[in-house]
């Protein structure tokens, strides 16, 4: 076993729904670390972008103005104790759009592909894991944070994370499409995986775990164990 790391920084990438989101606030409560939602981050340019009418397909110098909104970008994410939740504050707003759902994932994953977009989150990520951090996204293992403690690339079939979102939207009394949701998350995969610019992928020293057919407690003891081997002290 290596020796301990107190610092550590911790990446956990791969797609939508696979849970990533749920280990790696688990993990981030254990370990008492910062938690860096890579996807927020795009999910909130993406949104951004789609309310100053960026993504409309009509914009000229798409690249640059995409980078310059994102440069503005004033943001932070804060944990609520009391709802056990991350918060994500913007310009010292706390951020009250649902940026989870499909749509919204759909401008993240367009704005994603600029590499003048991903330039201008790398310094405030790579910043945020100076005194460690649990990192979830697509290519925190691979770009952001090469050198991370342990990586972990957590992936699910297109139709397990469809099944997910659409349980999880009617356990919120929300209309769920399943065939529109499947879709979507397949297109998305499509262009994450197959963009020029950072394609999410597993980095050649993570364990890759498919969750497929796992519930949330075997994945994150999987986790944790590989943590260990990596020096991570719990």
Known sequence: MSSAVFNPIITIDGPSGAGKGTVAYRLAQALGLNLLDSGALYRIVGLLAH???????????????????????DLAFRV??????????????????????????????????????????????????KKG???DGRDMGTVIFPNATA???????????????VAQLQ???KPADYEAILAEIQARDERDQNRAAAPSKPAEDAL????????????YAKVVEFCAQKGVQF
């Open 171 to 173: 356990m919120m009394g």
């Open 51 to 73: 309310e100053a009418g960026l993504l409309d397909g009509q914009v000229a110098d798409l690249e640059e103005k995409l980078g310059a909104l994102t440069e503005k970008l």
């Open 80 to 129: 609520n104790d009391d709802t056990k939740t991350v918060e994500i504050v913007i310009d010292g707003q706390v951020l009250t759009k649902d940026i989870r759902n499909e749509t919204v994932g759909g401008y993240a994953s367009q704005v994603a592909v600029f590499p003048k977009v991903r330039a201008a989150l790398l310094k405030v990520q790579q910043d945020m894991g």
């Open 133 to 135: 951090v649990v990192a």
């Open 151 to 165: 990586k972990i690339f957590l992936t699910a079939s297109a139709k397990a994370r469809a099944d997910r979102r």
């Open 208 to 219: 890759v775990i498919d969750s497929s057919a796992l519930n949330a407690d075997e994945v």
